[in-house]
Nanobody, 120 residues
């Protein structure tokens, strides 16, 4: 059974940095694309960024490009989201996601999420 557990959220001020972690189990982590999504109050869940199974390829939403970085440690079965220069509009629940099949770029399972609140 797939399990994704996010951690690292919290309350920060605008301009601060935060690093989220997501520990995965239940699939061969090193062969799966991993991603991050977020959902702000009253809005739909949106894509934030993704990283390929081998960590070579990443892509990001325009709203976070240049500020957020996705990385992974396959030995620890963990994916990270480094968030710099945070803005109040980054406030949301952040979810990690795992690919639906090895090497697939689409996702079929999300974790429970971790709250990030950025005050102005």
């Amino acid at each position: 059974q797939v399990q994704l557990v996010e951690s690292g959220g919290g309350l920060v001020q605008a301009g601060d940095s935060l690093r989220l972690s997501c520990a995965a189990s239940g699939r061969a982590f090193s062969t799966y694309t991993m991603g991050w999504f977020r959902q702000a109050p009253g809005k739909e869940r949106e894509f934030v960024g993704r990283i390929s199974w081998n960590g070579i390829s990443t892509n990001y939403a325009d709203s976070v490009k240049g500020r957020f970085t996705v990385s992974r440690d396959n030995a620890k079965k963990t994916v990270y989201l480094q968030m710099n220069s945070l803005k109040p509009e980054d406030t949301a629940v952040y979810y990690c996601a795992i690919g639906r099949a090895p090497y697939s770029g689409t996702f079929d399972y999300w974790g429970q999420g971790t709250q990030v609140t950025v005050s102005s």
